[in-house]
């Protein structure tokens, strides 16, 4: 291997390219995403471990007091580890089961009523917003930068 080639094998170069495909919006009660994971490797390969997680992004307040916090609501590891060859391409399917965290104001929320209008107000006061995103990485043998893809999701 020439240094050339080993510093693209480090920085993931020519390697391998992972491309994640779920659907745009999935229930809540269902609590799983169903998803495919593509890998396709440019040279030969040895794919150590492949992770799928999903995150929420909670974020609360407005202009200089707004603030983000990022939640790991699943993870699911994939059959690993394993060989490609130059111009190989691996589908993987998936099952990624999540638990969402609630709010203070999500289960004044689900009582209804009165509690629940009051829950309603104080989402709104706190300008509370929640994003979802899902990541698939593959750590390959010898990079130092993983390849992975990202998909933003809704719960509904």
Not at 33 to 52: M, R
């Amino acid at each position: 291997m020439g240094i050339m080639s080993g510093i693209k094998q480090a920085l993931g170069v020519g390697g391998v390219k992972v491309s994640l495909t779920v659907p745009e919006q999935v229930e809540k009660s269902k609590g799983q995403v169903e998803g495919n994971l593509a890998l396709t490797a440019k040279s030969d390969q040895e794919i150590l471990k492949l992770t799928v997680t999903i995150t929420e992004s909670y974020t609360t307040g407005r202009g200089d007091e707004e603030t983000t916090k990022e939640y790991d609501l699943g993870e699911v590891n994939l059959p690993a580890p394993f060989q490609m060859k130059a111009g190989e391409a691996k589908e993987v399917p998936f099952v990624l089961p999540f638990k969402l965290l609630k709010s203070d104001a999500d289960v004044l929320k689900e009582k209804g009523g009165a509690l629940g209008m009051l829950g309603k107000a104080s989402a709104f006061a706190n300008a509370e917003k929640s994003t979802y995103k899902v990541k698939a990485e593959a750590d390959v043998k010898g990079t130092m930068i993983d390849p992975s893809d990202e998909k933003d999701i809704k719960l509904v």
